[in-house]
């Protein structure tokens, strides 16, 4: 579990014994101990199955594909995958690809309901560029959502990450945003539901070569 599910529970289970110690009324003390448990639930972070295999990008967030879509601009196209959480999936983010953490770039911003194709452009967002030691880079971006107030990306560029590795999470419901070289081979499409860390997104060759990110994260959604 994610800590901040335990300073979350800890604290309204406090609240529901000084509510029952004042009042002795089960109705008011149910309240805070139902929150309490759907934040230790929230917060939960399950082991995963991290799959092995040359250029393998593996997703960075649970939730549902809601779009895939390619992007040219004047360095070459590129590959953008979306992916919504809702409030029901596990909310820690991992790692795409093993490489060198090369830049993050954090943008202050809106709240919009994350299902919001100008959520892109106009939400706190954070975003991380890794470098595989095949040459190739993959980028990822939290965007908060409209519940969200909080993205945690605890990495700093020049650190090592592995596949599947955990490096933050964002908090009550949001989107991640994937950029992938144009020529990788998806295995996942819209509607799919993956697991961060164990599904597959899809397949690189080692000469494939990431044109500018800010670019293509700035592109509107079709």
């Not at 040459?135 to 107030?149: D, E, H, N, W």
Request: charged share 20%; glycine share 8%; net charge neutral.
């Amino acid at each position: 579990m994610v800590r901040d599910g335990y300073f979350y529970g800890i604290a309204l289970l406090l609240v529901a014994v000084l509510v029952w110690f004042l009042t002795r009324r089960w109705e008011l003390w149910a309240v805070p101990v139902l929150l309490a448990l759907f934040f230790l639930w929230f917060f939960r972070d399950p082991q995963r199955v991290i799959p092995q295999g040359e250029g393998l990008v593996v997703s960075p967030a649970d939730g549902k594909v809601t779009e895939t879509l390619r992007i040219t601009n004047p360095e070459g196209e590129v590959l953008r995958l979306s992916i919504f959480l809702s409030v029901f999936n596990v909310h820690v983010n991992r790692s795409p690809i093993s490489g060198v953490l090369r830049d993050v770039v954090y943008r202050k911003g809106q709240y919009l309901n994350a299902m919001n194709p100008a959520s892109a452009e106009k939400n706190e967002q954070n975003m991380a560029v890794v470098e595989a030691d095949a040459g190739y880079s993959v980028a990822f971006t939290q965007i908060a959502g409209l519940l969200a107030r909080r993205i945690v990306f605890r990495p700093k560029p020049g650190d090592r990450l592995e596949r599947g590795e955990r490096v933050g999470l964002i908090k009550f419901g949001s989107r991640v945003d994937v950029l992938l070289p144009g020529n990788a081979e998806l295995h996942v499409k819209m509607g799919d539901r993956v697991e961060g860390g164990a599904t597959i997104l899809a397949t690189i060759p080692s000469a494939a070569v990431m044109p500018e990110m800010e670019e293509a994260f700035a592109e509107p959604i079709a």
